[in-house]
């Protein structure tokens, strides 16, 4: 009798497990392919708007990765709720769990959402753009992408940069793409018998003739030091972006050829130094009224009350 009653428990248990798996398993394979498609989905719809992006001029290609991404992952996790909700899965026990799970990756990812934080960061605050050559303390590049986690990076002689965007946020930066024009300069150490005003005019000269295309702009040249046998001449001026390599060795080249044709091969300068004029130096300003001006608390012309000033007596 006793086992009688265990076959037949076993027999109702198997039934109900059958009955249940057979109730189970097509949502179970529609979830299925609902996840395949929806990641299927997602894939497709990121390329499309890869492709708008790229036929439109309006939106700015910094942007494009981020977004193409957050429409990427929205997919994904919309075709994750539908197909959990298609096996049985409460909205509400699901949020839930998400929300504990969301507490404890957060705790275990707090660099990973530092990313997170410092690509949007840079993303509204724009210091650099995709193109753009930048140089921070740990290495320097051009900009390929940014996205929400990562930059990437190409650096001068053809290495990949991968930058968490945290260490880009975090540190101070140059951006050699972000002015229109920069500021270049030369130090020319000429013979002390080459006539001072045949020789800045050469300068001028050699200057003019490499610019003649409008990429250089601005030209002064000035003394900058006097010795018993050779004077220094500095020799400054305005390059448009993008143009600075080549300036920085074509004008070496003019200069030196300019000064061999007009004094010949002995009069050639004996240094050609390409300087950078320090935030005191005063060069900088030269011939511009872009030099800052004093600033103080001017107190001897502000407003005063009668008695300001005046000591009064105590009184007794």
């Known amino acids: 009798?006793?086992?009688?009653?265990?076959?037949?428990?076993?027999?109702?248990?198997?039934?109900?497990?059958?009955?249940?798996?057979?109730?189970?398993?097509?949502?179970?394979?529609?979830?299925?392919?609902?996840?395949?498609?929806?990641?299927?989905?997602?894939?497709?719809?990121?390329?499309?708007?890869?492709?708008?992006?790229?036929?439109?001029?309006?939106?700015?290609?910094?942007?494009?990765?981020?977004?193409v991404a957050i429409v990427r992952y929205?997919?994904?996790?919309?075709?994750l709720v539908i197909a959990l909700g298609q096996v049985g899965v409460q909205m509400t026990s699901l949020l839930a769990v998400l929300g504990a799970a969301g507490l404890a990756v957060g705790?275990?990812?707090?660099?990973?959402?530092?990313?997170?934080?410092a690509g949007i960061m840079l993303l509204w605050l724009r210091p650099f753009r995709v193109g753009d050559y930048i140089e921070t303390q740990n290495?320097?590049?051009?900009?390929?992408?940014?996205?929400?986690f990562v930059c990437h990076l190409e650096t001068f002689d053809g290495l990949f940069v991968f930058a968490p965007n945290s260490t880009l946020w975090n540190v101070w930066m140059r951006n050699h793409s972000r002015a229109a024009s920069r500021l270049l300069a030369w130090a020319v150490t000429v013979p002390r018998d080459v006539p001072f005003e045949e020789a800045r005019a050469t300068l001028i000269e050699a200057w003019a003739r490499e610019g003649a295309d409008g990429r250089l702009s601005e030209p002064v040249?000035?003394?900058?030091?006097?010795?018993?046998?050779?004077?220094?001449?500095?020799?400054?001026?305005?390059?448009?972006?993008?143009?600075?390599?080549?300036?920085?060795?074509?004008?070496?080249?003019?200069?030196?050829?300019?000064?061999?044709?007009?004094?010949?091969?002995?009069?050639?300068?004996?240094?050609?130094?390409?300087?950078?004029?320090?935030?005191?130096?005063?060069?900088?300003?030269?011939g511009e009224d872009e030099a800052p001006e004093a600033s103080r608390a001017l107190v001897n012309d502000r407003p005063e009350a009668a008695d300001q000033g005046v000591v009064s007596s105590p009184r007794g």
């Open 1 to 67: 009798m006793p086992i009688q009653e265990t076959l037949e428990n076993s027999q109702t248990f198997f039934r109900t497990l059958a009955a249940q798996a057979a109730a189970f398993l097509p949502n179970l394979v529609i979830a299925l392919l609902i996840v395949a498609i929806g990641f299927f989905l997602a894939g497709r719809l990121a390329q499309l708007v890869t492709r708008a992006f790229g036929a439109s001029a309006k939106i700015d290609q910094t942007v494009r990765g981020p977004l």
């Open 74 to 79: 929205v997919v994904i996790i919309m075709t």
């Open 107 to 117: 705790l275990a990812l707090q660099g990973t959402l530092t990313n997170i934080a």
């Open 139 to 148: 290495f320097a590049g051009r900009v390929h992408e940014i996205g929400l």
């Open 221 to 286: 040249a000035f003394l900058d030091q006097l010795t018993a046998d050779a004077q220094v001449l500095v020799l400054r001026g305005r390059v448009t972006e993008g143009e600075t390599a080549t300036a920085q060795r074509r004008i070496a080249e003019a200069i030196r050829l300019r000064f061999a044709e007009r004094f010949g091969q002995g009069s050639e300068p004996r240094a050609i130094q390409r300087i950078v004029p320090g935030d005191a130096d005063p060069s900088r300003y030269l």
